[in-house]
């Protein structure tokens, strides 16, 4: 397949509401033997975990998957007819959200075929290709599957938001069985100490289960729960650790290991300051249970993995950034209360991905910023990237859409698109990741997990915030990461307009907001259109029957992004849980339900997708005639349905 960039193939699939694409592995090839192995293994590895999230996003998937699987995969009916089409793109999106609930709104999503159908199918297949469990009949699968497929009522939301309900009794996730939100949030509040100055994040890695009134913590790990994968995972992090680049990796590794072998977050702490401390390699990886967005408390973590490299070139404007770390701290608008006065240990870099897994497969992160525990990056500080070779994806399969053209408002903006956005996207999303995350302090004895459910939104907020303050600044044009004094009004513009109108093509009609960087987004956006109404800072006008936001004062919304960051850091390092509840209950969540129309019917003629994600290359091993590895092949061919069918086939462990 060629692989220049004229004829390099970005988009792949499309149904639903996703576009799947494909993303460039650039400079693989110049590698060394040993990095090419290192990343083969570390890919493998990430690759063994996939079951687990489809396990911690609801307890009924992997079973969902499997039977859907065998039914396309044996299915000897017409596969032309509306009902089989119906359950390949049913399967698509479950394959895609790793489970029944869509990946981003956390609805669950419902089929367009019929009940009869399915049961049809699956009752004509070899009892031999369904996941049946020891003495489970086929009738007995589909009375156990079936309601969850196609009732609306039951599991209708793997993470539910919504102010003043059981968060827990009514999210679908794998996370609590039997247990209320009260219980959870009652047992790990027993366990935190204020005089502890380097608490682990409890119930990182465990489900919370409730047995004859009994609570109890299922760790995951090696001897565990998940152990049939996790045994996997170990496997190939110990051939990594054998082509590693220096020691510091290789401890980096086996420290990893001793983690996943005894479920201990103190051995997991250790992990991420040895990890965060390994700024040498050129190869790095994420791998292990990380994020905390699918739990409606913000406690336990799900696994992802990403392996990747570092693009030397690229990198050299997150260098800068990082650098002058303390600059930006002391410097931003926030009290001097809630300021580090010793920024340390922080590291930046783009890179190039070469495999994604978990969480962070087929949808992706453009960047990361680890590790996530508060005591962490105040002592030893933190590790942010970019992933450069996704954006440019992103960047390449949308040239030419019709999006700007719909919604910006006129020729002045979207000349500032044209000319700077790439520059000021990718911008927003160093300082965001390499500054923003790592900025600021808990006040002493303030709980990490102080403001609950609040907690992402308020903290994705205050990252944005940190990198919109700071990109009109001269320093930027000092440090030559911006062009001009006007570059930044590209960023200004685009924000704006996605956090007041078109992220709403995200959003189904009659729904709130409940993902957290939605949230976030709007939160600010709102905030602004509000605070600035009466000198008409940002406006929403309609023209021509449609509705566009018009930025007045580019000066005066970056004093109001700094007045808000300010607001937000105190929320944050006071642990201000009532005003935390406040903000995001008044802008984050509710939508404008004729805007809203509006907007979803202006994208609907777009015939574009509002989501995308990727399919991951294929890694070859080449070796000579005594089996010694001579060279690790890239390839791009393998599209999605055939991707999904393989995975399922080569690393399904649970």
Not at 398 to 408: L, T
Not at 499 to 519: A, D, K
Not at 624 to 638: L, M
Request: aromatic residues 12%; glycine residues 6%.
């Amino acid at each position: 397949m060629k692989t220049s960039d004229d004829n390099f193939a970005y988009s792949v699939d499309k149904f639903a509401d996703l576009q799947i694409l494909r993303y460039k592995v650039k400079g693989f090839d110049s590698l060394t033997l040993k990095q090419k192995e290192l990343i083969y293994y570390l890919s493998e590895a990430a690759l063994h975990g996939r079951d687990i999230l489809f396990d911690q996003n609801g307890k009924y998937n992997l079973k969902i998957r499997r039977m859907l699987e065998a039914v396309y995969i044996g299915y000897e009916g017409d596969r032309t007819d509306a009902e089989f089409h119906a359950l390949e793109v049913y399967l698509k999106r479950v394959w895609f959200s790793s489970g029944i609930h869509h990946h981003y709104s956390t609805d669950k999503f419902l089929p367009g075929f019929t009940v009869d159908f399915l049961l049809n199918a699956v009752m004509s297949l070899d009892k031999s290709m369904l996941p049946l469990s020891e003495g489970e009949t086929v009738a007995g699968l589909c009375n156990k599957l079936f309601p969850v497929i196609f009732d609306p009522e039951i599991m209708p939301k793997r993470v539910n938001q919504a102010d003043g309900e059981d968060l827990l009794l009514t999210s679908a996730s794998n996370y609590y069985v039997g247990v209320t939100q009260q219980e959870a949030e009652n047992f790990y509040s027993a366990m935190k100490s204020s005089e502890d100055e380097t608490p682990v994040m409890y119930g990182m890695n465990s489900r919370l289960e409730k047995k004859n009134g009994e609570i109890t913590e299922i760790v995951w790990k090696l001897d565990g729960e998940y152990g049939n994968a996790i045994s996997k995972i170990v496997y190939w992090l110990e051939k990594a650790m054998n082509v590693a680049e220096n020691s510091k990796q290789k401890e980096v590794i086996a420290l990893l290991i001793d983690f996943y072998r005894t479920g201990d977050l103190k051995i997991f702490d250790e992990y991420s300051i040895c990890w965060l401390k390994d700024t040498e390699s050129r190869v790095d990886f994420v791998n292990g249970f990380i994020e905390s967005y699918g739990d409606p408390l913000g406690l336990k973590a799900s696994w992802e993995s990403i392996v990747n490299f570092k693009d030397l070139e690229a990198t050299h404007r997150t260098e800068v950034l990082s650098s002058n770390a303390q600059w930006f701290e002391d410097h931003s608008p926030v009290s001097s209360q809630f300021k580090k006065s010793e920024v340390k240990g922080v590291s930046a870099k783009v890179i190039t991905a070469a495999i994604l897994a978990g969480d962070l497969y087929p949808a992706s992160a453009i960047g990361i910023n680890l590790p996530n525990s508060n005591w962490i990056r105040s002592i030893h500080g933190s590790k942010s990237v970019t992933i450069g070779n996704l954006t440019d994806a992103y960047n390449k399969a949308a040239k030419g859409n019709g999006f700007r053209d719909e919604f910006v408002y006129g020729e002045y903006e979207k000349e500032l698109l044209d000319k700077y956005a790439d520059t000021t996207g990718d911008l927003h999303t160093d300082l965001h990741e390499c500054l923003g995350h790592g900025s600021g302090k808990l006040l002493p004895g303030v709980d990490p997990d102080a403001l609950k459910a609040y907690g992402a939104t308020i903290e994705e907020a205050r990252a944005d915030l940190f990198g919109l303050y700071y990109i009109p600044d001269l320093k930027m044009v000092e440090l030559g990461l911006t062009p001009d004094s006007e570059a930044y009004k590209a960023e200004y513009y685009s924000y704006m307009m996605n956090g007041l109108l078109t992220q709403l093509v995200r959003i189904e009609p009659g729904c709130c907001i409940e993902e957290s960087h939605m949230r976030n987004r709007q939160l600010i956006a709102a905030w602004a259109l509000e605070h600035g109404a009466e000198d008409g800072v940002v406006q929403l006008v309609v023209k021509d029957e449609k509705t566009y936001v018009v930025i007045n004062d580019y000066e005066k919304l970056r004093s109001l992004f700094g007045q808000l960051l300010a607001e937000i850091q105190r929320i944050k390092s006071e642990g201000d849980y009532e005003t935390a509840r406040a903000l995001v209950e008044k802008y984050a969540v509710k939508v404008n339900t004729a805007l809203h129309s509006e907007i979803l019917e202006r994208y609907k003629a777009l015939n574009l997708a509002p989501y995308k994600g990727f399919i991951n290359p294929v890694y070859t091993v080449v070796t000579d005639d005594e089996n010694n590895i001579t060279d690790i092949k890239v390839d791009y061919s393998e599209g999605y349905t055939e991707q999904m069918l393989r995975y399922s086939r080569d690393y399904s462990n649970l």
